[in-house]
């Protein structure tokens, strides 16, 4: 949200492709993209309204990651590049400053995050994590204070760092009585008064095990399984306090049974997906000019925000699979 607009960024899937559109009034417009700033990048990662300014963190293989700001999507002006870098993981807002978190790829453990004040300034990389991380893929504020949850490969690194004064590691390797066995912490959400942790199921098969988790300030602990319905989604990258409940979205491969779920008190129950609530499903996607993707494509709900008081729902995954979806209805 920003601008009274609300704002969408896609992976194009090649150089130039990035785009970025505004929504408003029930009409889209192209505001970023192509001739209208970053000309070589491939994808908009990340959006973060700050200090009356939009920021995207764009991927470009060609030219590194970069950061650019505008107020109305008029004119852009870049404010961070970073050659040796692919994409601008996360972006966050705490304190007058703009944090941001930097990935180069599978290989590189450097792991950066940065902040931005109208000057730059080194908030921490792999000398200071003592660990080999990719990145931080996600960043929030919980009471006062700046969380990063991070990405591993090859290794059970998803861990969460408190980033605020000192950074210290507080949840991952069991430590306050956290996971022990993740390398992917996806979304960090500050919700009920507790700082919980959504990452994929590993190993990625079915089980009656819990992949979210919340922190009371003290100790973490697993939020309830999620239904049998999700015994063949593997990918959770969404996370939203919506209208006092919590609210998970999921995917996997193949393409078609993305949902959405929510939490009552001690139950699940979905809310999104199967043609639940009006939603989409496989005759929805039959419905459609196109097929929205072909039959052994991932595809998930890759994040949510709320726009004019409802729950809006972006897709990711794979080429043909972008598309934003509107819930009014009561929860």
Request: proline share 3%; with cysteine.
């Amino acid at each position: 949200m920003h601008d009274g607009r609300l704002w969408v960024g896609v992976d194009g899937g090649r150089a130039g492709k990035a785009a970025l559109f505004a929504y408003k009034h029930g009409s889209w417009s192209q505001l970023g993209g192509g001739s209208s700033g970053w000309a070589h990048g491939q994808e908009v990662h990340t959006l973060c309204a700050h200090g009356g300014m939009l920021y995207a963190g764009v991927s470009s293989a060609k030219l590194g990651a970069q950061l650019w700001r505008t107020q109305s999507g008029d004119e852009w002006e870049r404010v961070g590049a970073w050659p040796d870098r692919f994409t601008v993981s996360a972006l966050c807002t705490h304190q007058d400053r703009l944090y941001v978190g930097l990935i180069g790829g599978k290989t590189d453990t450097e792991a950066n995050i940065v902040a931005y004040d109208g000057r730059w300034h080194d908030v921490g990389s792999e000398s200071t994590w003592g660990h080999r991380y990719i990145g931080a893929y996600d960043m929030c504020v919980h009471d006062g204070e700046l969380y990063a949850g991070f990405v591993a490969h090859g290794w059970f690194g998803g861990h969460v760092w408190r980033l605020s004064g000192e950074p210290e590691l507080v949840a991952g390797d069991g430590r306050r009585g956290s996971w022990r066995r993740n390398s992917t912490v996806l979304r960090l959400r500050s919700i009920g008064g507790k700082l919980v942790a959504i990452m994929n199921r590993e190993p990625q098969g079915p089980g009656n095990f819990s992949n979210i988790w919340a922190c009371d300030g003290e100790t973490w602990a697993p939020l309830l399984a999620l239904p049998t319905a999700c015994k063949q989604l593997y990918s959770f990258n969404a996370l939203v306090a919506y209208r006092g409940k919590l609210v998970v979205g999921a995917g996997g491969r193949p393409a078609g049974r993305a949902s959405v779920f929510c939490l009552d008190g001690k139950a699940w129950y979905q809310i999104g997906g199967k043609g639940i609530n009006d939603s989409w499903s496989p005759r929805v996607y039959r419905d459609q000019f196109a097929p929205l993707s072909n039959r052994w494509a991932a595809e998930y709900v890759y994040q949510f925000c709320e726009y004019e008081g409802d729950l809006i729902v972006g897709f990711g995954a794979s080429q043909g699979c972008a598309q934003i979806w509107r819930f009014s209805s009561e929860l």
